[in-house]
């Protein structure tokens, strides 16, 4: 994270401090051990499954991957992609129609048919007559 901020003074600080604390050192011994105590080197472990996978045509069902038991759906991560079409598609949608009403708004003023909002905001309502009920 120092690194990142550009302060190489704290960096340079956690680099000593590692490198002069033997507690770093005992545990990357204690790892290099484990990694050295196996019977066998990993390489030669994935050889020998990669060769028991060839040479046995009916091996059992360990070997066969997760994908074979899916549905299509769940294979080309249907749910996933409707869900980004979604994300995308409704702000898409939702700015296209405030922009077409704006355009279709505009055009309709240029034209001289719809009165423009001061005017309608100049406009005052005459009280509507109530008639009279008949006796």
Known sequence: ??????????????????LTDNSYKKAAEIISKRLKATPRPYKEIAADWVEYAAAVKEHGPFLNTQKQHQWWYQQVMLDVLLFYIAVVAVPVILVSRFVWHKLWLLQWQLAGKIPSPTVIAEITLQPRAVPKKAE
């Not at 003074?9 to 000593?16: G, I, S, V």
């Open 1 to 18: 994270d120092t690194l990142l901020k550009g302060n190489a003074a704290a960096f340079q600080e956690a680099l000593e401090g590692i």
